[in-house]
């Protein structure tokens, strides 16, 4: 069983930056294998696939991040991080960390972000 601790949410104005973080407890050989994603849920809308970094480090963005969000990781710290900069109050979500390991997906219960001014 993987547990995964989002943090790094808060209240930021439009066009501001914040950064998430996602701690993953489990070993850092199982973590290096696994995938990390980003997922948001807007109120009022499903929730939708932000950003995914691969063991492979091979990146992916959905349209609407494309080129503000950057997502990353460091397998020591057995951390998945998502840099979110030129915040609009459309980005304004609870945001989900995901690992995929194999066959087995995990997710944390989130951080809210507010883009707010």
């Known amino acids: 069983q993987v547990q995964l601790v989002e943090s790094g949410g808060g209240l930021v104005q439009p066009g501001g930056s914040l950064r998430l973080s996602c701690a993953v407890a489990a070993s850092t050989s199982i973590f290096r294998m696994c995938h990390v994603a980003w997922h948001r849920q807007r109120p009022g809308i499903e929730r939708e696939f932000v950003a995914r970094?691969?063991?492979?480090?091979?990146?992916l963005y959905s349209e609407s991040v494309k080129g503000r969000f950057t997502v990353s990781r460091d397998n020591a710290e057995k951390t998945g991080y998502l840099q979110m900069s030129s915040l609009k109050p459309e980005d304004t979500a609870l945001y989900y960390c995901?690992?995929?390991?194999?066959?087995?997906?995990?997710w944390g219960r989130g951080t809210q972000v507010t883009v707010s001014s």
């Open positions: 970094i691969a063991f492979t480090l091979i990146t």
């Open positions: 995901n690992v995929l390991c194999g066959d087995d997906s995990y």
